[in-house]
């Protein structure tokens, strides 16, 4: 069973950066594709960005150029690198995992999910 925990959200004024981090255990990390999905109020889950098993990494167009997802396979711990965050980046961030070598932006395809971390953007 994997169990995701993560951390780093906060409040920051627009175009502040923050990062995320989400970290992983219970699986063979190597063998995850995982992601960060957000959800603001009234609105539903919504992809922010992917990275393969094999490292490939994908975004929703609203973070491209803004937003960088990466991991650490011997910590075991995916990050977001946030910057020049604006007002509707302001949500509940979650970190998901699914045991596949590719994931997608569709977070009704993830298995495993953390609590979240709220990031607003003020």
């Known amino acids: 069973h994997v169990q995701l925990v993560e951390s780093g959200g906060g409040s920051v004024q627009a175009g502040g950066s923050l990062r995320l981090s989400c970290a992983a255990s219970?699986?063979?990390?190597?063998?995850?594709?995982m992601g960060w999905f957000r959800q603001a109020p009234g609105k539903e889950r919504e992809g922010v960005a992917t990275?393969?098993?094999?490292?490939?990494?994908s975004y929703a167009d609203s973070v491209k150029g803004r937003f960088t997802i990466s991991k650490d396979n011997a910590k075991n711990t995916l990050y977001l690198q946030m910057n020049s965050l604006k007002p509707e980046d302001t949500a509940m961030y979650y970190c998901a995992a699914v045991r596949s070598s590719r994931g997608r932006l569709r977070p009704w395809e993830y298995e495993y999910w953390g609590q979240g971390t709220q990031v607003t953007v003020s």
């Open positions: 990275i393969d098993s094999d490292g490939s990494a």
């Open positions: 219970g699986y063979t990390y190597g063998t995850l594709s």
